[in-house]
């Protein structure tokens, strides 16, 4: 490999976030078509079932991560959160914020239909979500957003990897809460733009 390849290897592997191939230029002082051979030379090397360690693209970058077959032990060492350690009221809380992020823990608490603080709490406290600022209205809450970690737990890239909410079972009303939620998030967005 060459000395790019290896000075690539070893920021990927220091860096707590992913880092897009811009940054990874930026910090090499090197141009961009060199960096990307430098990350198809990392992808051949480090692959699922050939190596221990995985190249992947995530959160809009490139991040090294446990191979499957090793993720288990190494998440005891780093006591990694998991999808299977949170509970129903986390996992509900979680995909509010993914679907409808920026959102605060009164919206959250007024789609389940119960409090939110303490499943939001164990989220922030898990990293997979964080503060986004505050919102516009009565009282100005916090809202929150998922994070890059909440993106490589799940192994999604950006929001897209999602699943499509036509492919959960909701209650008409349901449907219409949400919908009227996305449109006023859609529009705030658009108002800002």
Known sequence: M?????????????A???LTPKELAELTDAAP?????????????????RSGVVLERVAGGYGLRAARETA???ARLVN?????????????????????QPVSRPEIARIRGVGADSAVGGLIERGL?????????PGTP??????????????????????????FELTEADHQALRARLHLVADQRAGQA
């Open 2 to 14: 060459s000395e790019l390849t290896h000075t690539v290897e070893a920021l990927l592997f220091v």
């Open 142 to 167: 916090v809202v929150y957003r998922t994070t890059s970690a909440f993106l490589r737990v799940f192994g999604l890239g950006e929001g897209e990897d999602l699943p499509a909410l036509s492919d």
């Open 129 to 137: 979500i964080e503060e986004a600022g505050r919102a516009d209205t």
């Open 16 to 18: 707590s976030e992913p």
């Open 72 to 74: 288990e032990v190494c």
């Open 33 to 49: 078509e060199r960096i990307e051979r430098a990350l198809g030379a990392l992808a051949d090397r480090h692959c699922e079932g």
């Open 80 to 100: 990694r959160p998991s999808a299977k350690g949170l509970s129903q009221a986390a996992l509900e809380t979680l995909a509010i914020v993914a679907y409808l």
